[in-house]
C-alpha cells in the first residue's frame, strides 16, 4: 500500500514537473515506406530512469490519472502532426495514439479532442486511436456512439492487441474501424507454430472481407514478415524496423528509409 501510494504521488508530481515523453514506432508499408508512427508513452523519471508504460498504466487507470495524462498524449500528438505537416517527409504519416478506457469514456472526450485538431488545425485523417477489445466491451453501445462521432470528424480506429480478446464478429461489424493490429503474441511464434500462423491467417482474412487494413506488430525477424506478407499482410511494426524512440532519432531514422528507398 505504501509502494502504491508513493507510486501515485510520483505520478502526480510527474504530471506537473513534465516528466512524461512520447516515443515514435515506425510503420512500415508492404513496400518498405513509412506509413505513420504508433506513439508510446515513456516516463522520463529524474531518479529512477526511464520507466515504461506497462509499470504506470494500470496505476494511472486506477487512480484517475490517466485522464490529465490522457489529455496531454493527445495535445502532444496533434503537436507532432502540426510540425510534421511542415515538411514533405512527414507530411502524410498517420500517427497512432493509444487511447485506455476510463480516456475514452469521459463525457467530453470528443469535443475535448476535436478542440485540440481544430487548435492545432490538423488533418484528422492522419489521427489514428488505437482501442483494445477490452475497452469497447466495457460499454459497446455507448463506445460505438463515441467512434461514430469521431469518425465523422475524420479521425481513424485500429483495434490493438486483435485476437487476444473475444473478438466477437458480432461487435466487430458495429464497429466503424479502418484497421485490426494483430497481437505481437501471435507473430512472435509464427515461424514454428502453426496454430499461430492458422490464427494470423483467419485475422487478415476476416480483416479482408470486412475491408479493413491490418497490420502486424512485434515483427522482428525478416522471416516473420514474409510469412506475414505471403499472408496477404501489408502493413509492419516492430523491432526489425526500429525500435520506439524520441523524436530527434525517429525523423533522423526517417531520413535513412527515404534514402534506401530511393
Ligand atoms: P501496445 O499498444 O500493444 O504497444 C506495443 C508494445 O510492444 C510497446 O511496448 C512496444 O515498445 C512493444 N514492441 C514494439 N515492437 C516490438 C517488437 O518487435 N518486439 C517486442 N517484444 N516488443 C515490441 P511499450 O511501449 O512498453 O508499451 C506497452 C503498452 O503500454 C502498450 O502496448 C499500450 O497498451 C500501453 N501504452 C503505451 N503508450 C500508451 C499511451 O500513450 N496511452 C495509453 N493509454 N497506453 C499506452
Ligand atoms: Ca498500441
Ligand atoms: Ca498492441
Same mark, same amino acid.
Given at each position: 500500500? +505504501?509502494?502504491? =501510494? ?22 512500415? !508499408? ?7 508512427? /504508433? ?27 490517466? #485522464? ?13 502532426? /502540426? ?8 507530411? +502524410?504519416?498517420?500517427?497512432? #495514439?493509444? =487511447? ?9 472526450? @470528443?469535443?475535448? *479532442?476535436? /478542440? ?11 489521427? /489514428? ?31 490493438? !492487441? ?15 474501424? +479502418?484497421?485490426?493490429?494483430? !497481437? ?8 514454428? +507454430?502453426?496454430? !499461430? ?14 475491408? *479493413?487494413? #491490418? ?29 520506439? @524512440? ?17
Amino acid at each position: 500500500i +505504501n509502494a502504491r =501510494v508513493a507510486m501515485e504521488t510520483e505520478l502526480q508530481k510527474a504530471l506537473v514537473n513534465c516528466e512524461f515523453r512520447m516515443y515514435y514506432q515506425v510503420q512500415i !508499408d508492404s513496400q518498405g515506406r513509412p506509413k505513420g508512427a /504508433e506513439a508510446l508513452l515513456r516516463w522520463q523519471h529524474p531518479r529512477f530512469g526511464l520507466i515504461t508504460p506497462t509499470q504506470f498504466i494500470a496505476l494511472a487507470e486506477e487512480t484517475g490519472l490517466i #485522464v490529465p495524462l490522457g489529455n496531454w498524449i493527445l495535445e502532444s500528438a496533434c503537436a507532432q502532426l /502540426e510540425q510534421w505537416e511542415r515538411d514533405d517527409l512527414t507530411r +502524410n504519416l498517420v500517427l497512432s #495514439v493509444n =487511447v485506455s478506457a476510463k480516456q475514452f469514456s469521459q463525457p467530453d472526450f @470528443v469535443d475535448h *479532442l476535436s /478542440e485540440i485538431i481544430n487548435r492545432h488545425r490538423i488533418e484528422p485523417g492522419l489521427l /489514428e486511436l488505437e482501442l483494445t477489445e477490452s475497452l469497447l466491451l466495457d460499454n459497446i453501445d455507448e463506445a460505438i456512439q463515441t467512434m461514430d462521432r469521431l469518425r465523422e470528424l475524420g479521425i481513424r480506429f485500429s483495434l490493438d !492487441d486483435f485476437g487476444t480478446g473475444y473478438s466477437s464478429l458480432q461487435y466487430l461489424k458495429r464497429l466503424p474501424l +479502418n484497421e485490426l493490429k494483430i !497481437d505481437r503474441s501471435f507473430v512472435r511464434d509464427i515461424a514454428w +507454430n502453426s496454430s !499461430d500462423r492458422a490464427i494470423v491467417s483467419t485475422i487478415i482474412a476476416m480483416a479482408q472481407s470486412f475491408g *479493413l487494413e #491490418v497490420i502486424a506488430e512485434g515483427v522482428e525477424t525478416e522471416e516473420q514478415r514474409q510469412l506475414l506478407l505471403d499472408k496477404g499482410c501489408t502493413l509492419f511494426q516492430g523491432y526489425l524496423f526500429s525500435k520506439p @524512440v524520441p523524436i530527434e532519432q525517429f525523423e533522423l531514422k526517417l531520413e535513412g528509409f527515404a534514402t534506401s528507398l530511393s
